[in-house]
């Protein structure tokens, strides 16, 4: 469980009633809109297409019960009854009065949550692996590492109005779940050869109009080290950046533009100036970050249960379910659970109050009253014995949150999109449904296998499709909604970006694209082939050359 200290309390309480000051001063007419933007920015208040939005901050994807609860009660009371989990880990509500926004930070903060630095050109909410702490291949809890960096940067005064936006995603594992490669900062801890621990530092990485993937800038900095380099960092881009274009202002084209090498050794001069000072972290100091999450206290179990060996011979639908949505745990005897929130007809990371009330009583029940958020906008139980699978698998079941699709083509990864983004060239939502009711057919996605759909609604890359396998971006054409298609992007150890396949698509031709790209992997595979492996063995051209002859014919018959 992760819990706030006493600072931190005293500091979220003090950040509403500043805001609150703020908000008032704004609706009586003695603040502009202009003086208010980047102050309700910083509070996590956007003021999208139809209504405001406001992004609550869930550090390192990590609720318990009593926050998701809180979070249903605002969902009814200040929303329409629903949340929206995004890819930064975050709850963003879609639709609060700007006069209730200050009532609703002064009630998260009762439950230990903000929105502090959740927008705005400042360091954002910071990401990491949502099994940290229970995953089986975890080198280094990155959890007291990630909570040194948040202290570091929140109001960090020197940061507060950067060129641009700066996102930072820590890994500690063997397998990267943190997409470190596709962020301003990629941070990965391992450990050196005398057991210390050390980070891979990767810099200049992001999606957005320009997609680039990050490069190592230092190979093996001693952890105590973490803040002073990134404040190194930090004033290089601060003092470099630019600030005339907000399509070229983000860190990645700062590194692009003078080399990563170049860039590495400004780094290190400024490193210099303050490498030892007061900012390098004591081992005291990591250990009162490390305070800040507890372990359960949770009762040695045997390895095996024949009652759930048993469960699973004897209900297809409940292997399929354990076979998708369970994962392996440090601990013998435990499971984590991954609830999708991706069944067929419900926008990806949409997740009503009914239903976060029901996942709060789960995680009471089954995972002592800890959950987390996964960037694939899902949710997860982190610690469930083995005996209770099949129970868990009955209730989440009758709340529309065990669809046995995790990893599969229909948990799709989607941003918000044109029906409420104002960035937005497009609808992002109708194309996942579209996708979702053509490939509704379970037998159908498992034999496809493990397959990453992205689609974004604009260049921002929110939904990252540069990372899909498949990626879908929303572009303006004349007027009209079309859809780009991009195949053979990839998160984890092997991240890469996806190559446009050619011209785009009206919406709905979309689905149609689609199973044809299917089509074409199913006929071309090895067996055992993903579908990644298939674009990375024959290439681009089968694929390009199917979908556009099957496009035409398509439309001369529709013509003939």
């Known amino acids: 469980m992760y819990r706030y200290d006493d600072y931190d309390r005293a500091l979220v309480t003090e950040r509403v009633a500043q805001y609150r000051d703020q908000l008032q001063r704004n609706l009586a007419g003695e603040l502009s809109d202009d003086e208010f933007r980047p102050l309700r920015l ?45 890819t930064r880990q975050n709850m963003q509500f879609n639709w609060p009065k700007l006069e209730d926004t200050a009532d609703i930070l002064a009630e998260l903060a009762t439950v230990e949550m903000h929105a502090i630095q959740t927008s705005g050109n400042c360091i954002r909410n910071i990401t990491t692996d949502p099994f940290a702490g229970v995953a089986p291949d975890e080198i280094v809890d990155p959890r007291p590492y990630c909570e040194v960096l948040r202290q570091w940067s929140t109001f960090h005064p020197e940061f507060a109005f950067l060129p641009r936006k700066f996102k930072i995603a820590v890994s500690g594992t063997l397998e990267d779940r943190a997409v470190t490669y596709a962020h301003d900062v990629g941070l990965q801890l391992y450990r050196g050869q005398t057991g210390e621990v050390l980070v891979r530092v990767i810099v200049g990485g992001g999606m957005g109009r320009t997609p680039i993937l990050g490069s190592v800038i230092h190979d093996a900095l001693p952890w105590k080290h973490l803040p002073t380099y990134l404040d190194a960092v930090l004033r290089v881009y601060n003092r470099y950046g ?7 202002a983000r860190i990645k084209i700062l590194v692009k533009a003078i080399g990563a090498e170049e860039f590495a050794r400004q780094v290190d001069a400024e490193w210099q100036l303050e490498r030892d000072g007061i900012a390098t972290v004591t081992q005291a100091e990591l250990d009162r970050a490390a305070a800040a999450f507890t372990d359960p206290d949770a009762p040695e179990r045997p390895s095996t249960d024949a009652a759930f060996d048993a469960a699973v011979a004897a209900d297809k639908a409940f292997a399929r379910w354990v076979s998708r949505c369970v994962r392996a745990h440090k601990r013998p005897g435990y499971r984590s659970v991954t609830l999708s929130l991706k069944p067929t007809g419900v926008a990806p990371g949409d997740i009503t109050s009914d239903q976060m009330d029901a996942v709060a009583d789960m995680a009471d029940r089954y995972s002592f009253g800890e959950l987390r958020v996964t960037h694939e906008q899902n949710v997860v139980l982190s610690d469930v014995a083995l005996a209770d699978l099949h129970r868990l698998w009955q209730e989440a079941r009758s709340h529309g949150l065990a669809t046995p699709n995790i990893g599969l083509l229909t948990d799709i990864i989607c941003c918000p999109g044109g029906d409420f983004c104002s960035l937005a060239n497009a609808k992002s939502i109708p194309i996942a449904q579209a996708i979702q009711e053509a490939f509704d057919d379970l037998d159908y996605l498992y034999d496809i296998g493990e397959l990453e759909l992205n689609i974004s609604g604009c260049m921002n890359s929110c939904g990252h499709h540069h990372v899909g396998h498949i990626g879908i971006l929303g572009v303006d054409k004349a007027g009209s909604e079309w859809y780009q298609v991009s195949i053979g992007g990839a998160q984890g150890n092997t991240t890469s970006l996806a190559e446009v396949i050619g011209p785009s698509f009206a919406a709905e031709e979309v689905p149609a694209v689609v199973k044809t790209l299917i089509e074409t992997y199913v006929e071309a595979r090895t067996p055992e082939e993903r579908f990644l492996d298939t674009v990375r063995r024959v290439g681009m051209a089968p694929f390009k050359s199917r979908v556009y002859g099957e496009t035409t014919k398509n439309a001369e018959a529709a013509h003939g």
């Open 42 to 86: 910083q509070n996590g208040l956007y003021i999208q297409r139809h209504a405001p939005m406001l992004r609550i901050a869930v550090p390192y994807g990590m609720l318990s019960s009593t926050q998701l609860r809180k979070l249903a009660s605002i969902g009814r009371r200040y929303d329409r009854g629903y949340g929206h989990f995004s």
């Open 242 to 248: 630019r600030r005339d274009n907000a399509y070229k």
